[in-house]
């Protein structure tokens, strides 16, 4: 059981990936200080770990009797969704995120849709909540949206000492960081569609 709760956590968190996520909120990272970064970071972690529970405990329920679907065709489509999102992070850079974020002025709904909740996430949750029992689910997506937060301040706070004295080297960062990471976030958008095909696969 704990082996399981371990690794449904630590799938959770690398989806989330932080260190990905602190590139595509660089605009807001620069124009808001460190308290209010906090403030909307925190807003949006609890927005997004209400949704999370939700597709962990109806998972299946939400996709056959709400949207009358298989889950299976969630995780193609929304493979490919996130697969346009990373090659559009790959070609364009973080302009790519803004554009998709848009000028919301409720900016930790923004940031929760669709940074934090995007396919690969949801996906997680439902598996997530097939593997473990409720209590325990919740709690591995609680678990990892705390890291994931947590990991945010402190980049902020790092970000906040270094680029007085090495901006350059933050914007090195995040072009060629946040282009690596989009090739892992191409990758996992790959493997959601060949699952999303197999499950499809198997009922024939």
């Not at 927005?47 to 529970?53: D, H, Y």
């Not at 940031?111 to 409720?134: D, F, Q, R």
Request: hydrophobic letters at 55%; aromatic letters at 12%.
């Amino acid at each position: 059981m704990m082996t399981e709760f371990f690794k449904s956590m630590t799938l959770l968190l690398v989806l989330l990936n932080p260190f990905l996520v602190i590139v595509y909120l660089i605009d807001v990272l620069q124009k808001l200080d460190r308290r209010q970064f906090m403030y909307v970071l925190i807003r949006a972690g609890v927005i997004s770990t209400v949704v999370f529970w939700c597709f962990a405990l109806l998972g299946d329920k939400i996709f056959s009797n709400l949207v009358q679907a298989e889950f299976a065709s969630f995780q193609i489509f929304g493979g490919i969704v996130f697969l346009l999102i990373g090659l559009q992070f790959v070609f364009y850079g973080p302009t790519a995120i803004q554009i998709l974020r848009g000028e919301s002025q409720h900016l930790a709904g923004a940031i929760a849709m669709p940074i934090l909740i995007g396919p690969g996430t949801i996906s997680a949750s439902v598996i997530i909540g097939k593997k473990l029992p409720a209590l325990y689910a919740c709690l591995a997506v609680l678990i990892a949206l705390v890291c994931t937060i947590a990991i945010m301040i402190i980049l902020k706070g790092i970000h906040d000492f270094v680029r007085p004295r090495r901006e350059p080297l933050i914007q090195r960062y995040i072009e060629i960081g946040g282009r690596i990471t989009a090739l892992f976030a191409g990758t996992i958008s790959v493997e959601m569609i060949m699952q999303g095909i197999q499950t499809w696969a198997d009922k024939f």
